[in-house]
């Protein structure tokens, strides 16, 4: 079975700073893709990055970046460069390359700070 | 433009009145599937489809129900809905399983008393 660990339930930065939100994931899938979404209270989910188990380099997607450790099994998020509308709730989430099963973490709420 | 429609957004309904929320795509994607969302458990998914034909367990099915005759529809159904299906509810396409970015619905609200 898969699973996706947020241990931060929320987490404050001020505007301008960097951040990083924790992922760890467990599988015993070879291949499996890694994903974050980001929940406004407006409630709805905007894909932010994916990292695939067998890419070489760390996802990109502007402002976004996804520090990818295979080796510890983590995909942490980096918000470089915070904004107020950076404010919402984080998931991590992984799918599996064997049975195509999409896992969420629990989130990491973010308040950006002026 | 492309979209995941959801209906109804919100549902207020008593236990044991079957139910049905509709999920549509147009965007002639494979992959489909729900989610339930509760408070401190994050996203948990209840069923996903391949394609059409082909669905499968995520990991809370237990109490709901799915079909995929066409591939642009996916439809969740409760066939006795209690209490502890009160949840926010989305559903979600993306073009094939695996590595590609899942689009979201808006979500569907539903209380059962």
């Known amino acids: 079975a898969q699973k996706i660990t947020q241990t931060q339930p929320g987490m404050f930065v001020q505007e301008k700073e960097a951040v990083t939100l924790d992922c760890t994931y467990d599988t015993s899938d070879p291949s499996y893709g890694l994903f974050w979404y980001k929940q406004p209270s407006s409630g709805e989910m905007i894909f932010l990055i994916y990292q695939g188990s067998y890419d070489q380099q760390n996802a990109t997607e502007g402002r976004y970046s996804l520090n990818f450790q295979k080796a510890r099994k983590s995909a942490n998020l980096v918000i470089s460069a915070s904004q107020l509308g950076d404010s919402a709730m984080y998931f991590c989430?992984?799918?599996?390359?064997?049975?195509?099963?999409?896992?969420f973490g629990k989130g990491t709420l973010l308040t950006v700070n002026p | 433009e492309a979209q995941v429609t959801q209906n109804p957004r919100y549902l207020i309904t008593v236990t044991g009145k079957k139910l049905t929320v509709t999920c549509s795509q147009n965007?002639?994607?494979?992959?489909m599937s729900w989610y339930r969302q509760d408070p401190g458990l994050g996203l948990r998914q209840i069923y996903y489809s391949m394609n059409v034909e082909v669905t499968d367990k995520g990991d809370v099915p237990e109490g709901y129900k799915v079909s995929r005759k066409e591939k642009r529809n996916f439809p969740l159904i409760l066939e006795s809905p209690s209490p502890n299906q009160t949840s926010l509810y989305f559903c979600?396409?993306?073009?094939?399983?695996?590595?590609?970015?899942?689009?979201f619905g808006p979500g569907t609200r539903l209380t059962v008393t």
């Open positions: 989430a992984m799918v599996g390359g064997s049975n195509y099963k999409l896992t």
């Open positions: 979600a396409s993306s073009l094939s399983a695996g590595g590609y970015e899942q689009y």
């Open positions: 965007m002639n994607h494979e992959y």
